[in-house]
């Protein structure tokens, strides 16, 4: 499961409400970091988190990376 950084910018500029509570929040924490500072290294760290909380929880995480897959 790897989201590239195109769907991470959708997913911080975008409303998403997600299955997972823990995923929710981190990106209600990014997109305030991502809105105050949107650049591509900014983007980077943000897509970088991501998919390593989606690395680190793959078992429980299919129904997000599909949303995700869909935007």
């Known amino acids: 499961m790897e989201i590239s950084k195109q769907q991470i910018r959708k997913v ?7 299955s997972q509570l823990g995923l929710n929040m981190m990106v ?3 997109t305030g970091l991502y809105a105050k500072d949107p650049s591509e290294s ?28 869909k935007m």
Do not use: V
């Open 12 to 18: 911080l500029t975008t409303k998403c409400n997600f």
């Open 28 to 30: 209600t924490r990014l």
């Open 42 to 69: 900014m983007l980077m760290k943000c897509t970088d988190e991501i998919n390593a909380f989606f690395a680190k929880y793959q078992a429980i995480m299919g129904q997000d990376y599909e949303t995700i897959s």
